[in-house]
């Protein structure tokens, strides 16, 4: 191969695909929920380990709401460096709180990547909920929907089993509503986020990236 | 005057998984008047159409370049890259509307390098680079259009794409090589944090270009490189490289 062997390649952090997870842990996740979210976790986190290119790329920062209050279990890592928590559930369901806090962490993200010179990609939001807010949750969604309208991040609300779709249709943005996951179905939503966000992380324009096909939404409903 | 010419385009791995073809294109030619034309266009992989808009962008611009009087003012010159610019945008909204698409629908960049004995012109619409050398000085000669985002970019089909047309024209005397690279290739190519040619990728090519033999030979060996593992383990999109030195 000659002088194309002397050819030096340029060192360049990866951009960054910044995923924020706010998982609903209260009590009515107990049993098989709980359990099938944490499954889901781990499936996720196995999916992306299999992209060289990705698990370098997708940062995942987690915010539960329930067991504790709110909590940031997990702020943002590098799938390659990160180790699925196992959550517990219990208590009342602030998902306002947590929104409010989500928002604020992803913010600090940005921010750093921009000091860091670092590029990345439009994060997105993923709410998993099965019941309703205990606590205010209107200002928070508000915020949450003007930035996803700014394009500053993609907002995903999806309901599990006896979640109050119509309370989540006002939380989720007006152009994407709320999906209701079919049964406990976690493991094929994560595969769905984990090859959406090996799509973002190779991708070009976050605006018109053809996701896979829902195959986890029940259309029932 | 001799140009050595190198030129290839590989498949991104990302594109292979998903079974996806190479939507990278480019054409070269050399004009009568013995200048020499390179036109590169990246479809855009989010686009329905981004390869079919890529591939008909370089064979417009070819045919226009191939047409046109060539400038011998700096002014003149300018005008005519926007001029190529805008006939590919409009053949491209032409051609969506015969379609009956959209023109986003056929998404893609602009690359293009005019070398002629006393000028040496390119414009750049999109993400990617042209890159220039002066002896072993590697510098820049156009601006990538970025947003936000990482690797999000103005197209060539997007409707503020003049002003985003990035363009240079230059006296030949000061340019003795020249490089049109796709997206794919800035993150090895290319300082990102510095938004400058990483000038250790080139020194090597334009030495590889201007001392191998064969034409055939180079462009293989050429390929073989875009598509080494070293190279794909840190990129996976699709890869375009075209490069001349004069000597």
């Known amino acids: 191969m000659n002088e194309l062997e002397l050819v030096q390649l340029a060192e360049n952090p990866d951009p960054r695909a910044p995923c924020l997870l706010l998982l609903d ?23 992306v380990l299999k992209d060289e290119l990705a698990k370098r790329r997708v940062e995942v920062a987690i915010v539960t709401f329930g067991n504790g209050g709110v909590q940031t279990a997990q702020d943002f890592v590098t799938v390659d460096e990160w180790t699925p928590p196992t959550l517990r559930s219990g208590g009342s369901t602030p998902l306002g709180q947590a929104l409010e806090t989500g928002l604020t962490l992803l913010r600090a993200r940005k921010d750093l990547y921009k000091r860091a010179g670092l590029q990345y990609y439009r994060p997105w939001v993923f709410l998993i909920t099965d019941g309703e807010p205990t606590d205010t949750w209107q200002d928070a969604a508000q915020k949450a929907q003007q930035e996803d309208a ?3 991040l993609l907002f995903f609300a999806v309901g599990v089993e006896k979640a109050k779709m119509d309370t989540l249709s006002k939380i989720a943005p007006p152009q994407r509503p709320p999906i209701k996951l079919k049964g406990l179905n976690f493991a094929d939503l994560f595969l769905w986020l984990s090859q959406s966000q090996q799509r973002v992380s190779h991708s070009r324009v976050g605006d018109q990236l053809a996701l896979p096909p829902i195959g986890w939404a029940d259309v029932s409903t | 005057m001799t ?8 498949t991104g791995e990302a594109h292979l998984k998903q079974e996806k073809g190479n939507e990278d294109f480019f054409c070269l030619a050399s004009r009568l008047d013995g200048s020499l034309l390179l036109i590169v266009a990246d479809g855009a992989g989010s686009a329905s159409c981004g390869a079919e808009g890529a591939e008909l962008a370089t064979t417009v611009a070819l045919e226009f370049l191939s047409e046109v009087d060539l400038p011998t003012t700096e002014d003149a010159w300018q005008m005519l890259l926007l001029e190529t610019a805008q006939y590919v945008h409009n053949t491209l909204e032409a051609h969506a509307t015969t379609r009956e698409k959209n023109i986003k629908d056929f998404a893609c960049t602009l690359l293009l390098g005019v070398l002629t004995p006393s000028w040496v012109a390119a414009v750049q619409v999109g993400d990617g680079a042209i890159v ?24 060539v089909t997007s409707q503020d794409y003049l002003e985003h047309c990035s363009f240079t024209v230059v006296s030949s005397e000061t340019i003795t090589g020249l490089v049109l690279l796709t997206d794919g290739l800035e993150p090895v190519a290319m300082n990102l944090q510095a938004d400058e040619p990483f000038a250790p990728f080139f020194n090597p090519l334009f030495r590889f270009v201007r001392n191998e033999k064969g034409a055939y030979e180079k462009s293989q060996a050429l390929s073989e490189f875009l598509e080494s593992e070293r190279i794909n383990k840190r990129t996976h999109d699709d890869k375009t490289l075209v490069l001349v030195v004069r000597s």
């Not at chain 1, 842990?25 to 999916?47: H, K, V, W």
Request: overall charge negative; charged content about 20%.
């Open chain 1, 25 to 47: 842990t209260s009590a009515s996740m107990s049993g098989e929920p709980i359990r099938a979210l944490n499954e889901g976790l781990q499936t996720f986190c196995r999916d």
């Open chain 1, 150 to 152: 700014n394009k500053g």
């Open chain 2, 132 to 155: 220039g050398m002066n002896d072993e000085t590697i510098t820049r000669l156009t601006r990538a259009a970025h947003g936000e985002y990482a690797s999000e970019t103005v197209f």
């Open chain 2, 3 to 10: 140009w050595h010419l190198v030129a290839a385009s590989v």
